[in-house]
């Protein structure tokens, strides 16, 4: 049966990836028209900015017939195709230097799977102190599909921005946005992977409510600052309509080498959880990036999380308040094989020490609601979703092939599409808690992944 869905997974993957790039191909010949290019011109003149990507994937997990691949996520439907991510945006880039003010701004849409991972969910269902119930955000997170259990609708980035030519120059954002923090991130064309770290997935937020400052202190500093609301998270994945009067903070600097080869980042986020809670929030990464050889890279990420006085209900405590941490330590290595082909390592160990920050499936506990007074997930049922106190390890390989460039298509648009296959390994071990096993009744297992990012 897990071939079967091996098979109609790949063939879908095919079909769509075809359809897709004829409806591309067919729109480019249709912008030489008068229409086409009195739009583009309207947009040269307003410096205004449309673009996007289509990416979507599937993965072949032999321990599941059907169903999640456990606690990993984005990735998460088992043996199936997925359209992870149609995103569109527009904006107004703003010009980063020289002695003149400028202004701009940005708004991402975002359809498919990945979307209930990009919305503002930072004010849960229930609160993470008492276990109340309390109403979520109303930002993005029901906007349509919920009949459909996995596709969705987000809108991770609204956000006004400004530089100020002050100093070396000051960038303001005031709005919605991804966080600056850690390395990974949601946007597919960012990432080498298909699949992503459960540091990202759960580790640090996704996007942030407030505003943001960036001033680069010198040729080899920069700085960065803000503050966040919106959240009932300390400030992660806040919206616009709830915990307004929950304030915290970001802040972090990012170092160079003059010759641009070693980077080190520093940030993090602090504040009190929620308007309910005092309790503190707060977390802080560290990203080391050096560049071995012109074709070699290493990356270095850690992360530690603290919440305090959280109610815990998993596999080792029932109704207990106490602090909670998580933390964890990632590896990177990048290598290009050619001009269009690289390979890529990648090994995590990820600790969920109070069993509070990684709920599998992940999608079923996300999509958890309060509708009159009874909590519902549109994602399955609530009742699947497990937790426990254990440490994560995965480990990943794969390939990203410019696969345009490399056979030389002539047609522009395919130019930058990448078609990734990888290799997934993972394994937990309960953490002083009984034995888990998250993955369909196992400690372990195996994905194979292909997947294609395709912007335009």
């Given at each position: 049966?897990?071939?079967?869905?091996?098979?109609?997974?790949?063939?879908?993957?095919?079909?769509?990836?075809?359809?897709?790039?004829?409806?591309?191909?067919s729109?480019?010949?249709?912008?030489?028209?008068?229409?086409?290019?009195?739009?583009?011109?309207?947009?040269?003149?307003?410096r205004?900015?449309?673009?996007?990507?289509?990416?979507?994937?599937?993965?072949?997990?032999?321990?599941?017939?059907?169903?999640?691949?456990?606690?990993?996520?984005?990735?998460?439907?088992?043996n199936?195709?997925?359209?992870?991510?149609?995103?569109?945006?527009?904006?107004?880039?703003?010009?980063?230097?020289?002695?003149?003010?400028?202004?701009?701004?940005?708004f991402?849409?975002?359809?498919?799977?990945?979307?209930?991972?990009?919305?503002?969910?930072?004010?849960?269902?229930?609160?993470?102190?008492?276990?109340?119930?309390?109403?979520?955000?109303n930002?993005?997170?029901?906007?349509?599909?919920?009949?459909?259990?996995?596709?969705?609708?987000?809108?991770?980035?609204?956000?006004?921005?400004?530089?100020?030519?002050?100093?070396?120059?000051?960038?303001?954002?005031?709005?919605?946005?991804?966080?600056?923090?850690?390395?990974?991130?949601?946007?597919?064309?960012?990432?080498?992977?298909?699949?992503?770290?459960?540091?990202?997935?759960?580790?640090?937020?996704?996007?942030?409510?407030?505003?943001?400052?960036?001033?680069?202190?010198?040729?080899?500093?920069?700085?960065?600052?803000?503050?966040?609301?919106?959240?009932?998270?300390?400030?992660w994945?806040?919206?616009?309509?709830?915990?307004?009067?929950?304030?915290?903070?970001?802040?972090?600097?990012?170092?160079?080498?003059?010759?641009?080869?070693?980077?080190?980042?520093?940030?993090?986020?602090?504040?009190?959880?929620?308007?309910?809670?005092?309790?503190?929030?707060?977390?802080?990464?560290?990203?080391?990036?050096?560049?071995?050889?012109?074709?070699?890279?290493?990356?270095?990420?850690?992360?530690y999380?603290?919440?305090?006085?959280?109610?815990?209900?998993?596999?080792?405590?029932?109704?207990v308040?106490?602090?909670a941490?998580?933390?964890?330590?990632?590896?990177?290595?990048?290598?290009?094989?050619?001009?269009?082909?690289?390979?890529?390592?990648?090994?995590?160990?990820?600790?969920?020490?109070?069993?509070?920050?990684?709920?599998?499936?992940?999608?079923?506990?996300?999509?958890?609601?309060?509708?009159?007074?009874?909590?519902?997930?549109?994602?399955?049922?609530?009742?699947?979703?497990?937790?426990?106190?254990?440490?994560?390890?995965?480990?990943?390989?794969?390939?990203?092939?410019?696969?345009?460039?490399?056979?030389?298509?002539?047609?522009?648009?395919?130019?930058?599409?990448?078609?990734?296959?990888?290799?997934?390994?993972?394994?937990?071990?309960?953490?002083?808690?009984?034995?888990?096993?998250?993955?369909?009744?196992?400690?372990d297992?195996?994905?194979?992944?292909?997947?294609?990012?395709?912007p335009?």
């Open positions: 049966m897990r071939y079967y869905f091996l098979k109609n997974a790949m063939w879908r993957f095919f079909v769509i990836a075809s359809t897709l790039i004829f409806i591309v191909h729109n480019i010949a249709y912008s030489n028209n008068l229409s086409a290019n009195t739009f583009q011109n309207l947009l040269t003149r307003g205004l900015e449309f673009g996007g990507w289509i990416h979507g994937g599937a993965t072949a997990n032999p321990s599941q017939s059907s169903g999640f691949n456990g606690p990993v996520i984005f990735a998460d439907q088992a199936q195709f997925q359209l992870n991510q149609f995103n569109l945006f527009i904006q107004r880039p703003v010009r980063m230097e020289g002695n003149t003010f400028d202004w701009g701004g940005r991402d849409f975002m359809f498919g799977t990945d979307a209930i991972y990009t919305q503002a969910f930072g004010v849960p269902t229930f609160d993470v102190n008492t276990g109340e119930l309390i109403k979520r955000s930002w993005d997170l029901d906007l349509c599909c919920a009949s459909t259990k996995t596709y969705g609708i987000a809108l991770p980035q609204t956000y006004l921005e400004t530089y100020l030519p002050i100093g070396n120059g000051l960038n303001m954002k005031i709005g919605h946005f991804y966080t600056p923090t850690g390395y990974e991130t949601v946007p597919a064309p960012d990432n080498f992977f298909y699949t992503r770290a459960y540091t990202l997935n759960v580790g640090e937020p996704f996007t942030h409510t407030g505003m943001l400052a960036n001033y680069q202190a010198s040729k080899n500093w920069s700085i960065l600052a803000g503050t966040l609301t919106g959240s009932a998270n300390g400030g994945d806040g919206g616009w309509d709830k915990q307004l009067g929950n304030w915290g903070g970001l802040a972090g600097f990012t170092w160079n080498s003059d010759n641009r080869n070693t980077s080190f980042h520093f940030s993090g986020t602090y504040g009190e959880t929620s308007t309910r809670s005092s309790e503190a929030w707060a977390f802080y990464n560290i990203v080391l990036q050096h560049r071995i050889t012109p074709r070699t890279q290493l990356v270095l990420h850690h992360v999380g603290h919440a305090g006085g959280v109610l815990l209900n998993n596999l080792k405590y029932s109704n308040i106490k602090d941490e998580w933390m964890s330590a990632v590896v990177h290595l990048y290598y290009d094989l050619t001009d269009h082909v690289s390979v890529g390592f990648r090994g995590e160990w990820y600790r969920d020490e109070a069993g509070f920050r990684n709920p599998s499936p992940f999608r079923i506990a996300a999509a958890a609601n309060n509708v009159n007074g009874t909590v519902v997930s549109y994602a399955g049922n609530l009742n699947s979703v497990t937790v426990t106190p254990a440490d994560y390890y995965a480990a990943t390989v794969g390939l990203n092939w410019k696969v345009a460039k490399t056979m030389r298509l002539k047609w522009d648009f395919l130019k930058k599409l990448t078609v990734r296959p990888n290799i997934r390994y993972d394994r937990v071990d309960a953490y002083r808690a009984p034995a888990y096993r998250p993955f369909a009744g196992n400690k297992q195996i994905l194979f992944s292909l997947d294609f990012v395709l335009f």
